[in-house]
């Protein structure tokens, strides 16, 4: 079980480290063509957004990794829980159906590795 968890908490923190770094440095205009959303909110927000999703993708792994605070892993995994209800929310008042599940495989990843970090296989 701790080698699955370890490949979920490198997937989810290869695909949120990605669009963290995406979100916070390309041009709204950019970012507009590949994530419609992205209209609907402020640039700074948008920023915050990318940023937590960095955060949460180096949270993922480094404190596990490097047994440094390794709580932060399953809190990193929570926040990220918490990101993916806000986006699949959002999605579902653009009505857009596909992000919705992409956005709900990447909440249930991320509540597995919270509920294995907190629970039976916290490091």
């Given at each position: 079980?701790?080698?699955?968890?370890?490949?979920?908490?490198?997937?989810?923190?290869?695909?949120?480290?990605?669009?963290?770094?995406?979100?916070?440095?390309?041009?709204?205009?950019?970012?507009?063509?590949?994530?419609?959303?992205?209209?609907?909110?402020s640039t700074p927000i948008?920023?915050?957004?990318?940023?937590?999703?960095?955060?949460?993708?180096?949270?993922?792994?480094?404190?596990?990794?490097?047994?440094?605070?390794?709580?932060?892993?399953?809190?990193?995994?929570?926040?990220?829980?918490?990101?993916?209800?806000?986006?699949?929310?959002?999605?579902?008042?653009?009505?857009?159906?596909?992000?919705?599940?992409?956005?709900?495989?990447?909440?249930?990843?991320?509540?597995f590795v919270a509920w294995?970090?907190?629970?039976?296989?916290?490091?």
């Amino acid at each position: 079980m701790n080698v699955t968890l370890w490949i979920v908490q490198g997937i989810l923190a290869a695909m949120f480290g990605m669009a963290g770094v995406m979100k916070s440095t390309q041009p709204r205009e950019k970012l507009v063509g590949s994530l419609p959303w992205v209209e609907d909110f402020s640039t700074p927000i948008v920023r915050l957004i990318g940023v937590v999703e960095f955060a949460a993708a180096l949270g993922l792994v480094l404190p596990a990794a490097t047994g440094i605070v390794p709580i932060l892993t399953p809190l990193a995994a929570s926040g990220l829980v918490v990101v993916m209800v806000g986006a699949i929310i959002t999605h579902v008042r653009r009505k857009e159906p596909q992000a919705i599940v992409f956005n709900a495989v990447l909440l249930v990843a991320a509540a597995f590795v919270a509920w294995g970090r907190f629970g039976p296989h916290s490091l």
